[in-house]
């Protein structure tokens, strides 16, 4: 749903030509997700050309195996074994296509659980995020899809890497992406401290911060806001600021492992402070002194950000239903330019006769086969549907 989607996209952005095949008739399941999965699809769909084709029927199957005999890559995303039922494993489409990158995305790689069924929840459940983010007995998922997504960009890393490999072999190769392995590598700081330091890490709720000044602060205004303070020179400067200077000549409080451990000593007065400003000139102090801060914004807050509405921070989509919106680009820049929109979001099928086309398909084959069910094209009989580009 989002693991696979996000290494296309991801691919599609960087200039890639995506070809997202999706069963016939009604397209990917997330195209019809409300709720917490309504931005599934349009998020992760953006400069791919969708082709509709029933896999299980013989024209439907050979559109698709002629589409990968011409691919550089083939990403899935489906439980293991699946595409191996249909003729489309690995095994196969090397033999058929040895240049081919064949990148699998699963629960898990290779080891125990490997035939296992898995979704985020899961692997943050067994992984050890869930009870890094949650109080004790209270495990909490993080509340966005970390690891299919970073799952889907470890993905997008292996395929261009074996794509330079290719460059100089002329071989192509299998590579794989898993969720709880990218959940494993999330929590290994935290694996490593019980190795650094003999003790276990505590959830993020009860733990000791690496940091003196790290916390929420209640504003005059009802609002919060957090603050870092992560070195010396900071400290400082934040106590000359704020008019707490009587600190820093605590003996106690002279280096950032002091302060750690005398928090009881500042951190009334500090919030005393805050409580004192509305959160407009807390945040403009904590700027002027150059401190890590930041208001608790919520997701729909950001279409108003003006740092993420700078030029190139989001491109125009236009959803489903016909309404117009804006969507993150990747956080990535060259030269200074962010990455834009090629194709908006595709309407199912709707680009499959013109994929079919550029396969060298003929008009009467294309009718005949949307005629019998074995390929989606949006309404559109014969004639290719439009590409919509936005600047």
Not at 100 to 115: A, D, M, R, V
Not at 339 to 344: A, Y
Not at 369 to 375: A, F, I, L, T, Y
Request: charged content about 20%; aromatic content about 8%.
């Amino acid at each position: 749903m989002i693991m696979g989607p996000s290494c296309g996209m991801i691919l599609a952005d960087l200039g890639a030509d995506v070809v997202k095949i999706e069963p016939y008739p009604n397209g990917d399941n997330t195209r019809r997700l409300n709720g917490s999965g309504a931005g599934f699809f349009p998020t992760f769909n953006r400069n791919k050309r969708s082709l509709v084709l029933d896999l299980k029927s013989k024209d439907g199957k050979d559109a698709a195996q002629k589409l990968i005999d011409q691919a550089d890559v083939l990403i899935e995303n489906f439980r293991p074994g699946a595409l191996d039922k249909l003729g489309f494993g690995y095994d196969a489409q090397s033999a058929s296509n040895p240049r081919l990158i064949y990148c699998s995305l699963k629960g898990f790689l290779s080891g125990p659980y490997e035939h296992r069924a898995a979704l985020d929840e899961v692997v943050q459940m067994m992984g050890g995020l869930a009870y890094m983010t949650g109080p004790t007995g209270r495990p909490l998922r993080a509340g966005a899809s970390v690891n299919d997504v970073m799952g889907g960009m470890f993905a997008a890393i292996a395929i261009l890497a074996a794509l330079q490999e290719r460059s100089m072999t002329g071989r192509g190769q299998l590579v794989r992406s898993a969720l709880f392995e990218n959940n494993v590598f999330l929590v290994a700081q935290h694996m490593l401290q019980m190795a650094v330091t003999g003790k276990p890490a505590a959830p993020l709720p009860e733990r000791i911060s690496a940091w003196a000044v790290y916390d929420l602060f209640d504003t005059a205004d009802g609002e919060q806001i957090f603050v870092g303070v992560v070195s010396d020179t900071q400290w400082v400067a934040f106590c000359t600021a704020l008019g707490l200077e009587k600190f820093l000549d605590n003996p106690d409080l002279q280096t950032n492992a002091d302060r750690v451990l005398h928090r009881a000593d500042f951190m009334p007065d500090i919030k005393a402070i805050f409580a004192a400003m509305t959160l407009k000139d807390a945040l403009a102090r904590c700027e002027e002194i150059g401190l890590p801060f930041a208001p608790i914004a919520k997701p729909q807050d950001l279409f108003d950000d003006p740092h993420v509405s700078q030029p190139g921070g989001t491109v125009d989509v236009v959803l489903p239903n016909g309404t117009p919106t804006r969507v993150p680009t990747l956080p990535i820049d060259f030269n200074g330019e962010r990455l834009g929109l090629r194709f908006d979001i595709p309407r199912c099928g709707e680009h499959s006769v013109e994929v079919l086309r550029e396969l060298g398909y003929a008009k009467a084959d294309i009718d005949r086969m949307v005629v019998e069910g074995s390929v989606g094209c949006d309404g559109n009989r014969g004639e290719p549907a439009p590409l919509r580009k936005l600047a």
